[in-house]
């Protein structure tokens, strides 16, 4: 048998209970007995009052589901617009599209992506680039090398610019350059001096000078 939720509500007061479908209305006026109409009648007169215009007293049975509490059908009503507003705007959205060959635009914006890609790896490549040639410059000038442009052409340098650690290798490939190739290196042997420990206006000045002449090929000074 089916029952229903008989609810009554008044301002600070809400009273539901469940009868059968068939004693809803007899049930009230067994409970009330002759006081029903009056008890009818009071709430048509509250209800009926401008000020009792959002204070109103319902008798619902919920099971039929016409009865929906205020805030639910609050919330129900601004979800409602909610969703309207969301529709409009999408819907003036899609307006701007009208005429727009779909598969083009899409090429389009794969060719972008593409290109920004090649762009940012180029960038990238640049970068690598300058910092590679930054290192090797400031190792060959540490290592004494002497012409940097005929050193870089004996190196590897794109085995370089693959190294994991191009601080080392760099280091380690101008000492081999260095070894096979000194003449392109400043040397670290000390300089001899014909003049160091010489006395001024003593006979072995005159012997350096002599043997300095002689190496330039220059003639004996007479005396």
Do not use: W
């Not at 007995?33 to 000020?51: C, M």
């Not at 307006?95 to 180029?122: A, H, P, W």
């Not at 290592?143 to 085995?159: S, V, W, Y």
Request: cysteine-free; overall charge negative.
């Amino acid at each position: 048998m089916f029952k229903h939720r008989i609810t009554v509500e008044a301002p600070h007061l809400k009273i539901s209970v469940i009868v059968e479908r068939n004693i809803i209305m007899d049930f009230l006026k067994e409970a009330l007995g002759d006081r029903y109409q009056e008890f009818a009648d009071l709430i048509k007169q509250h209800n009926g009052k401008a000020e009792n215009k959002d204070k109103q007293i319902k008798i619902a049975n919920l099971s039929t589901g016409k009865y929906v509490d205020k805030k639910k059908f609050d919330d129900a009503v601004r979800e409602k617009e909610k969703y309207e507003t969301d529709l409009t705007g999408a819907l003036d959205k899609l307006k701007g599209f009208e005429g727009v060959d779909v598969n083009e635009l899409k090429d389009k914006v794969q060719t972008l992506t593409s290109d920004l890609e090649t762009e940012r790896t180029k960038h990238q490549q640049q970068i690598a680039d300058r910092d590679f040639s930054d290192a090797l410059e400031k190792a060959i000038t540490k290592a004494g090398g002497k012409n940097a442009k005929a050193i870089k052409g004996i190196l590897d340098i794109e085995a370089l610019k693959a190294s994991k650690d191009q601080s080392a290798d760099i280091e380690a490939a101008l000492k081999k350059t260095k070894e096979t190739d000194s003449y392109l290196f400043e040397s670290e042997e000390p300089i001899d001096n014909p003049f160091v420990g010489a006395t001024h206006g003593s006979g072995e000045t005159d012997n350096n000078m002599a043997s300095i002449r002689a190496a330039m090929g220059l003639p004996t000074e007479s005396k």
